[in-house]
């Protein structure tokens, strides 16, 4: 047949939230640094518990997608603004934010979001920080998410749904 080609839309993009067993959801704190990704203190946006409610506590997921496999979380209100840690993505308590240029892996599985092949899952913003470990003296906020091992409780009890 002869005629123009015809490309499908793109399919919509599905807001998530990330929810804890105790009824609060990952969000990023705005109040906390500009979401920038740029350089210097204002670098990010940290991740914290908050309410379940807002655009910032809504994420997308980035193929491939499925229970079990490498995926990226990125922030459905911010454009190219995804997870990324600071200093090491293997250290216990190193920080959780958003930033332009994070765009990491994670794996959704056995209500945990592992940092993809590292063995450390997001925890639930329980617990005292490190000392901040890199140049941006970074600040800590209540609740912040932090890494920790994937065994250890703080990292268990997640689930995520469609909004």
Same mark, same amino acid.
């Given at each position: 047949?002869?005629?123009? @080609?015809? @490309?499908? !839309?793109?399919?919509?993009?599905? !807001?998530?939230?990330?929810?804890?067993?105790?009824?609060?959801?990952?969000?990023?704190?705005?109040?906390?640094?500009?979401?920038? +990704?740029?350089?210097?203190?204002?670098?990010?946006?940290?991740?914290?518990?908050?309410?379940?409610?807002?655009?910032?506590?809504?994420?997308?997921?980035?193929?491939?997608? +499925?229970?079990?496999? !490498?995926?990226?979380?990125?922030?459905?209100?911010?454009?190219?603004?995804?997870?990324?840690?600071?200093?090491?993505? @293997?250290?216990?308590?190193?920080?959780?934010?958003?930033?332009?240029?994070?765009?990491?892996?994670?794996?959704?599985?056995?209500?945990?979001?592992?940092?993809?092949? @590292? +063995?450390?899952?997001?925890?639930?913003?329980?617990?005292?920080?490190?000392?901040?470990?890199?140049?941006?003296?970074?600040?800590?906020?209540?609740?912040?998410?932090?890494?920790?091992?994937?065994?250890?409780?703080?990292?268990?009890? =997640?689930? =995520?749904?469609?909004?």
């Amino acid at each position: 047949m002869c005629g123009p @080609t015809v @490309t499908p !839309p793109p399919p919509p993009v599905v !807001p998530f939230r990330f929810e804890n067993a105790n009824g609060n959801c990952l969000s990023f704190n705005l109040s906390g640094y500009p979401c920038s +990704g740029g350089n210097g203190p204002a670098g990010g946006c940290p991740l914290t518990m908050g309410p379940c409610s807002g655009n910032a506590s809504l994420f997308t997921l980035e193929a491939p997608i +499925g229970q079990g496999r !490498p995926t990226v979380i990125k922030s459905f209100a911010l454009q190219d603004a995804g997870f990324d840690v600071d200093c090491s993505a @293997t250290a216990p308590h190193t920080l959780l934010k958003m930033l332009n240029s994070g765009f990491s892996q994670f794996v959704l599985a056995n209500g945990r979001i592992e940092f993809s092949g @590292t +063995g450390m899952c997001l925890n639930t913003g329980q617990g005292l920080p490190n000392p901040p470990c890199g140049p941006k003296g970074e600040l800590f906020l209540k609740d912040q998410i932090k890494l920790t091992p994937c065994n250890d409780p703080s990292a268990q009890g =997640w689930s =995520w749904s469609k909004q």
